[in-house]
């Protein structure tokens, strides 16, 4: 079994921030696997799919982000599933908006959600798969990406995090929510190094 996890904040004021990429990838998922659920346990939302032969658990934390680690530590435990069978879905501000990378194991890179679930999982767990989906720094947004307003520059990360994103932005995350489904089966079928040669060459 598989427990793919996608991190956000609950709640209709979250819904479309960029800190909810993860929360916005699942919906995805849930629509192209036609996911039955939710199931409440573990203190998240759980959907339960089929892919290629595979039981999938999608998962929503209702924890808040700093704390998805109460939700994934305790799930994982009671499924008794390895660091192999996670895969989690986050924003990254370390990657240009809009861009999509994948990795297996690392540190949080001071992403309060993994840091949560580093924390929840302990040292042998940590080798989990990640897919990387990015929002950019606020810093540097009037260099990467010019259709961004320059004064969300001056916004510190954790504002920026916490900002919806713009329309024109969502029509074009759209099309990097299709690629996640492609590169998520392909590590459920264990094609992970498959997954990151096509993923990660992606400019």
Not at 19 to 31: A, C, K, M, Q, S
Not at 85 to 108: M, S, Y
Not at 126 to 131: F, L, S
Not at 154 to 167: E, G, H, I, Q, T
Request: aromatic share 6%.
């Amino acid at each position: 079994m598989k427990v793919v996890v996608g991190l956000g904040n609950p709640g209709p004021k979250y819904e479309t921030t960029r800190h909810n990429v993860g929360f916005l990838t699942i919906d995805r998922l849930i629509e192209r696997w036609k996911a039955q659920g939710p199931l409440q346990k573990s203190q998240g939302e759980i959907f339960q799919a089929s892919v290629h032969g595979e039981k999938v658990l999608l998962v929503k934390p209702q924890t808040f982000m700093n704390r998805s680690g109460q939700c994934v530590g305790p799930l994982l435990q009671f499924y008794h599933c390895e660091a192999n069978d996670l895969i989690v879905i986050h924003d990254e501000l370390d990657l240009n908006p809009l861009t999509l990378r994948l990795k297996t194991g690392g540190g949080a890179g001071g992403h309060n959600g993994l840091k949560s679930i580093d924390e929840s999982l302990g040292k042998n767990l940590n080798g989990y798969h990640r897919v990387r989906i990015g929002i950019g720094h606020p810093a540097r947004l009037s260099t990467a990406d010019t259709a961004t307003p320059r004064d969300w520059s001056r916004l510190s990360p954790a504002d920026y995090v916490l900002m919806p994103f713009l329309d024109d932005e969502l029509s074009r995350l759209d099309p990097i929510l299709d690629e996640v489904t492609v590169a998520i089966e392909e590590i459920i079928q264990g094609k992970m190094q498959t997954a990151m040669t096509r993923v990660n060459r992606q400019k």
